[in-house]
């Protein structure tokens, strides 16, 4: 088999991995040009294959060790894992002992930017005893391995910028397993307004869950320089949150009123729940 390098070789690369079809991609790495070497060489110097293949997992790993002997940047397999939630290959770049003092850090924050972070925290929690020791992002405690808490609100906000809301709901139920101290998880007026500002609905009705509908809403404030693209959306948001809030109060109300009819004077228990119908139904 011969191949050309440059543009035409490095995307016929691509093409195979992103087909999958990585036995074929291997070959084709392996063959030697006359003038030029390996192809491998070329996809080494030029990074963009490694991601596709990293996104594939385990299936592409004879490819990805064979990028590695010839130079790959090693990080760059765990980030990418990591990216794409990818743990069997985090566990075999693990067991290859391709991480350093950085890794893990790079590894948390790439899966919270990924979109799809659930897999990977919990691999790290998992595993955070067999971890290398800590760095910028993570230090060891108690033998094990864990991230720094200030970097909690920053995961925190990528996974609701995602809308990757089990990653969310794993940060805020498992802050203990994760980091040095637990951090604050209190409700936060900038998270829900950066969270609006990039118009993520489903995460908003997350934190409406987590957080309550009412400090949410209160939060968002339309005039503080909302994206034009968003404004009206949120805006419609709001009025849907907002009315659904005050059913959710007139019920709570007429359930109320239920328990104590019996005391009140003939007629009124009548009067009021015909009045609290009425605004129900004026909804």
């Known amino acids: 088999m011969t191949t050309e390098h440059g543009s035409n070789g490095f995307e016929r690369s691509v093409q195979l991995a992103e087909e999958h079809k990585f036995d074929e991609l291997l070959e084709y790495l392996r063959v030697d ?13 030029d990074t963009r294959l490694l991601p596709v293949c990293a996104r594939a997992g385990v299936p592409a790993l004879d490819v990805i060790e064979l990028l590695v002997e010839h130079g790959a940047n090693k990080r760059y397999v765990f ?4 990216h794409n939630g990818q743990v069997d290959l ?3 770049a693990r067991a290859r002992g391709w991480s350093d003092m950085a890794t893990y850090g790079d590894v948390f924050f790439s899966a919270a930017e990924g979109g799809d972070g659930l897999a990977v925290f919990k691999w790290l929690v998992n595993h955070r005893a067999t971890l290398d020791s800590g760095d910028d ?3 060891l405690d108690g033998g094990n391995w864990i991230i720094h808490d200030s970097f909690y609100g920053t995961a925190l906000h990528w996974t609701l910028i995602n809308e990757d809301i089990d990653a969310a709901a794993y940060l805020l139920d498992n802050s203990r397993d994760l980091f040095v101290r637990c951090p604050g998880t209190e409700p936060d007026k900038d998270i829900v307004m950066d969270v609006a500002n990039k118009g993520a609905f489903k995460s908003l009705d997350f934190l409406c869950e987590r957080w309550g ?3 949410v809403t209160t939060s968002i404030d339309l005039h ?3 994206e034009p693209c968003y ?13 659904s809030s005050v059913k959710e109060h007139l019920m709570n109300a007429m359930s109320t009123l239920d328990t104590v009819k019996d005391r009140l004077p003939e007629g009124a228990f009548l009067q009021i729940v015909n ?3 009425g605004a129900y139904k004026g909804m």
């Open 33 to 45: 040009d006359p003038r030029y070497g390996r192809l491998v060489d070329t996809c080494v110097r």
């Open 79 to 82: 980030k990418s894992a990591a």
């Open 90 to 92: 985090l566990e075999a």
């Open 137 to 139: 992002y993570g230090r």
């Open 213 to 215: 509908a009412d400090f």
């Open 224 to 226: 503080a320089g909302f």
């Open 231 to 243: 404004r009206a959306k949120i805006k419609r948001w709001l009025q849907k949150r907002l009315k």
């Open 275 to 277: 009045s609290l119908q």
